[in-house]
């Protein structure tokens, strides 16, 4: 096990002095991108490296979390206001810091999390015009110094992405609310998200998610390679590797 220390990208903070070993690492994108199918096969392929992954989702990740993500996402909830949903969103986040991922890094584990604070930057921030400053200023209460180490944000354009949500939404009509805002909302997102690129570049990557599956997983995992040789987060022991699904 190598000491937390020895990592380039460390989610130490003096805010959580606790958080010393693991790796965190974030997908990100418009509703649609492929977010949850690229998390699902780097978490496949960390796991067949014999890494101990921790797989989360948010809004959700936790019992209480899944709770809240019912009413985020809930179509016939529109009357949902913007401030309430942003409270929303970290509430879920906070259980779930608090809950299950500093606890799986603190075991050593890396932590894969479809969504985390970038997508509140993004839809909430940005998409819906709270700005980004009440975005940060929860993160900081919820967040207990947790940032990524590592946000691989899966871009593709707008159209693109709504189509796929749109296909996937027929098998799944009770999460589609957020997806079925206005084409300009999304517009704002994904500009939200390419600011984020710009500020962040080291932490926040933008992967091309135009292509198919297997090459966009193919462009994640060169990413996350050379992640890994700097960070050399902790391999699991045993001979199956441990996995919380
Ligand atoms: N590269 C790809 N090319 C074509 N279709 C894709 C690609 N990646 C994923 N899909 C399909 O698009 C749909 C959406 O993918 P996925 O659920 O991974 O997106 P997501 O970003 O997690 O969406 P959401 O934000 O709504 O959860 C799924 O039906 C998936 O099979
Ligand atoms: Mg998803």
Redesign the pocket.
Known sequence: MISKRSCTMSTTSAANPFASQGLFITFE??????????ARVLADRLRKEGYAIYETVEPGGTPIGQQIRRILLDPANQELGAIPELLLMFASRAQNVEQAILPALEEGKIVIA?RFTDSTIAYQGSGRGLGWEVVLELERIACQGIRPNLTLC?DVDTETALN??R??NNTNRQEARI?EQAAEFHQKVREGYLELARREPERFRLID?S???QS?AVKVWDVVQAVLRDASPARSVSSSPSSNR
Do not use: C, F, M
């Not at 994108?29 to 690229?38: A, E, R, V």
């Open positions: 994108g418009l509703d649609g991108s492929g977010k949850s199918t690229q479809d899966i796929r949500a296909a996937r997806d998610g292509g198919n599956e966009t």
